[in-house]
């Protein structure tokens, strides 16, 4: 993800607009947007390709303030992607027809935009919650991988996958596609990528078996051909990982996956194809999400010591990066373009850590469009819009 940039807009980063919020300034930004400009070249006496190419050197933070055609452009496919955040998220009230909502934040415009609807041929019947698990939700795995985002795990109603082949979003594209079956669709699994493939590892399916238990898939992304399928790879030494959603991180060439917040780790070498156990010192800070900086820098944070910490190899040991009481609670982690960004307590808000600053490390919370809470985050290349 070294290519794409995340950008925050200094002046909006604690003052979120959302959709739901802010419904007269768009408008007037869409009848503005529509006031007879589509003809103006992009900079007077040049061709719009040769103008195209002196922008994409320009930040787009400015190029977003200075004209509506300028706007129009850096939104545009062809036009260098910035990073933004995504997120799932569930309503708060039960008036919505969908237990799931998907929503990209713009950290150049400071807006929450939902995600196009998934396809509606297969229906996606997934719950979050079910009266045996009245105290948490189940689990909705995604992964970011390539510039897109991926479902890859759920669960139905009557306790069954919900998924029997991915579910991938492409934001320049602004398309949804399904990816290949699954050799074995499963739930409650541990779910991650590494080295430009995805990986589902252990969990269950409409019931508990030692095998599935124990196995190991793999979709190679690059090969999107009509050869594109899910492979089996070196089982688990056992179940420990079944039964419970793991977050599976790509790091350095492996998956490092660990269960009951560093209770038990294990680390899959994706070229050796070879599981062994994780280093002592590893597992000992794993404290709550982890994510991997462009799958070769470990960030965990310690949700009840609320501090951030990064994975010295040389040392097998944490070091703090930053505490603060808004990570306090931080359920599930992302990192991307020099940020770490975690799902607050509560799922009130995204924190955001800016660990490239070039002093101290600066911290501040997005907060979630209104009447929402989110369950998990991810950083992507921005969404594509129309018009």
């Not at 991650?192 to 409409?206: K, N, T």
């Amino acid at each position: 993800m070294s290519k794409y940039r995340l950008t925050i807009s200094s002046k909006r980063q604690k003052l979120t607009q959302t959709l739901t919020t802010q419904p007269q300034a768009q408008d007037q930004d869409k009848a503005e947007d529509d006031d007879g400009d589509d003809h103006q070249p992009l900079l007077p006496g040049l061709p719009d390709h040769i103008a195209h190419l002196c922008l994409s050197h320009v930040h787009p933070s400015i190029l977003h303030n200075v004209c509506h055609s300028w706007r129009r452009l850096i939104y545009s496919p062809s036009f260098p992607p910035f990073l933004s955040l995504y997120a799932l998220f569930s309503p708060k009230s039960n008036s919505s027809s969908s237990p799931i909502h998907f929503f990209t934040f713009d950290p150049v415009s400071s807006t929450w935009d939902p995600l196009p609807p998934p396809p509606p041929d297969p229906p996606l019947h997934l719950i979050l919650q079910h009266p045996s698990f009245l105290s948490r939700n189940l689990p909705v795995q995604l992964v970011s991988l390539s510039g897109k985002l991926i479902l890859l795990a759920a669960t139905t109603h009557n306790f069954n996958p919900a998924l029997t082949r991915p579910l991938i979003f492409d934001p320049i594209r602004r398309t949804w596609t399904f990816g290949p079956e699954l050799v074995t669709p499963r739930r409650w699994c541990a779910a991650g990528c590494s080295r430009g493939a995805a990986y589902v590892a252990s969990g269950i399916g409409s019931q508990f078996s030692s095998d599935v238990a124990k196995s190991v898939e793999k979709w190679d992304l690059m090969n999107r051909g009509k050869n594109s399928r899910w492979e089996k790879t070196g089982e688990l030494k056992d179940g420990r990982f079944s039964r419970e959603a793991i977050d599976a991180v790509g790091w350095k060439g492996k998956l490092c996956l660990v269960n009951v917040k560093g209770a038990k780790g294990a680390v899959y070498d994706v070229v050796a194809n070879t599981w062994d156990d994780m280093r002592e010192g590893m597992v000992r800070g794993w404290r709550g999400p982890v994510a991997a900086m462009d799958e070769e820098v470990l960030y965990g944070i310690d949700e009840n010591s609320c501090t951030l910490s990064k994975y010295d190899e040389v040392m097998d040991d944490w070091k703090e990066v930053v505490k603060s009481d808004l990570l306090k609670g931080a359920r599930h982690a992302a990192a991307g373009g020099g940020r770490v960004c975690a799902v607050c307590e509560n799922g009130g808000g995204i924190v955001v850590v800016d660990v490239k600053a070039a002093a101290a490390p600066t911290i501040f919370v997005v907060d979630t469009p209104l009447g929402f809470e989110a369950l998990s985050v991810h950083i992507l290349p921005r969404m594509s819009k129309i018009g």
